[in-house]
């Protein structure tokens, strides 16, 4: 039996950039001692490399279900959104990054393995996010394939500050 697999180049890389974000989040992290992780860019509201660590596991947990339902339950189904800003607010954003930093890993992890059992249809499968509407699982991909790469970028900036 011939299984049909992903055949789009451009969702090749995108998959690809999903699967480089723990790296990035990982080399951005390297070397950063507890008070570097607290240290806050000049700007209003940026958050420090910590409280972005906590983000990246409590977005990729989100992110997880995600893709599960877009793949497994009958369609339209509801994606919902949540205020990360209000869990940053409430939850212990301030606690360690190992056990976040493992999450994030780890699901990240997991859903790059899901990603490799695709065929080109799955990523038309769409559901309604609770905030923005039609949501698709390429849609899905484009947001997380950037999601990590933006939050290096912001963990960079912290550090430096």
Same mark, same amino acid.
């Given at each position: 039996?011939?299984? @049909?697999?992903?055949?789009?180049?451009?969702?090749?890389? !995108?998959?690809?950039?999903?699967?480089?974000?723990?790296?990035?989040?990982?080399?951005?992290?390297?070397?950063?001692?507890?008070?570097?992780?607290?240290?806050?860019?000049?700007?209003?509201?940026?958050?420090?490399?910590?409280?972005?660590?906590?983000? !990246?596991?409590?977005?990729?947990?989100? =992110?997880?279900?995600?893709?599960?339902? &877009?793949?497994?339950?009958?369609?339209?189904?509801?994606?919902?959104?949540?205020?990360?800003?209000?869990?940053?607010?409430? &939850?212990?954003?301030?606690?360690?990054?190992?056990?976040?930093?493992?999450?994030?890993?780890?699901?990240?992890? =997991?859903?790059?393995? !899901?990603?490799?059992? &695709?065929?080109? @249809?799955?990523?038309?499968?769409?559901?309604?996010?609770?905030?923005?509407?039609?949501?698709? &699982?390429?849609?899905?991909?484009?947001?997380? @394939?950037?999601?990590?790469?933006?939050?290096?970028?912001?963990?960079?900036? @912290?550090?430096?500050?």
């Amino acid at each position: 039996m011939i299984v @049909a697999m992903l055949t789009d180049p451009d969702v090749l890389a !995108l998959i690809a950039r999903y699967r480089a974000g723990v790296g990035l989040a990982d080399a951005a992290l390297a070397g950063a001692d507890e008070a570097a992780l607290d240290r806050r860019p000049a700007r209003d509201g940026a958050w420090c490399a910590r409280q972005v660590v906590h983000h !990246l596991a409590d977005s990729e947990t989100n =992110s997880y279900v995600r893709i599960r339902r &877009l793949l497994a339950e009958p369609l339209p189904t509801t994606i919902q959104g949540y205020d990360e800003a209000r869990w940053a607010g409430v &939850l212990p954003y301030d606690g360690p990054i190992d056990v976040p930093l493992a999450v994030f890993r780890a699901v990240r992890a =997991s859903s790059s393995r !899901l990603l490799d059992s &695709l065929v080109d @249809a799955d990523l038309e499968r769409t559901g309604t996010h609770s905030e923005s509407g039609t949501y698709s &699982l390429r849609e899905w991909l484009e947001i997380y @394939a950037d999601h990590a790469e933006a939050h290096a970028a912001q963990i960079r900036e @912290a550090l430096a500050s």
